[in-house]
């Protein structure tokens, strides 16, 4: 089983990668570095709460791990 900590560190580098991709996205969308920035920010804000219960979910199923 992975801490929270790990859960938590894991979560913010990705949606920092994230962040940065739906920015130039965004910015590719709409041609402004403002509404791209925005865009980002609420699907970060999303993307980072949904991926953290999703992984603490998967923690707590043993089914597809050996146990050594």
């Given at each position: 089983?992975?801490t929270?900590?790990?859960?938590?560190?894991?979560?913010?580098?990705?949606?920092?990668?994230?962040?940065?991709?739906?920015?130039?996205?965004?910015?590719?969308?709409?041609?402004?570095?403002?509404?791209?920035?925005?865009?980002?920010?609420?699907?970060?804000?999303?993307?980072?709460?949904?991926?953290?219960?999703?992984?603490?979910?998967?923690?707590?199923?043993?089914?597809?791990?050996?146990?050594?």
């Open positions: 089983m992975e929270r900590k790990r859960s938590i560190v894991k979560a913010v580098v990705w949606n920092v990668l994230g962040l940065v991709s739906m920015t130039l996205v965004g910015l590719a969308a709409t041609g402004s570095v403002k509404a791209g920035g925005v865009m980002a920010l609420i699907n970060t804000g999303i993307g980072f709460t949904v991926y953290l219960m999703y992984e603490r979910i998967w923690a707590q199923i043993s089914w597809g791990r050996r146990h050594v």
